[in-house]
């Protein structure tokens, strides 16, 4: 059977082939997940962060404001240092996850830039 670490260079060969026959296209967030090697636990950190700033922007754009630089500034702030802004957004957006969202955020990316 082989020892842990044959084991573990097998899996990570055999991961990085897999990467090379899988279509960004149609889960760009996942493939992301995947290219920067990300736990169960760190992804759902990302998508719990997701879910908090979404409803937050909810709740804000209910109240009436029309600035959501903050949240911009949280979700740049506290994403996985492995993911990469834009790609990230990007990637979600595609993925049609938290669309409205994802959709101001990359909005503002814009005006920044």
């Known amino acids: 059977m082989g020892t842990l670490e044959e084991r573990i260079a097998k899996l990570e060969f ?11 296209t149609k889960k ?4 992301l997940v995947i290219k920067a090697n ?4 760190e992804v759902d950190e990302v998508l719990a962060l997701c879910e908090q700033l979404s409803k937050e922007y909810e709740k ?9 630089t903050p949240l911009l500034v949280q979700f ?6 492995s993911l ?5 957004v990007d990637a979600l957006l595609e ?6 969202l994802m959709t101001e955020l990359k909005k503002l990316m814009k005006t920044i830039s």
């Open 14 to 24: 055999h991961r990085s082939l897999l990467m090379e026959m899988v279509d960004e």
């Open 28 to 31: 760009p967030f996942y493939y």
């Open 38 to 41: 990300l736990t169960k636990e």
């Open 60 to 68: 804000q754009k209910a109240e009436g404001l029309m600035v959501f």
């Open 76 to 81: 740049a702030g506290m994403l996985h240092p």
């Open 84 to 88: 990469p802004l834009e790609q990230t």
């Open 95 to 100: 993925q049609q996850m938290f669309v409205p």
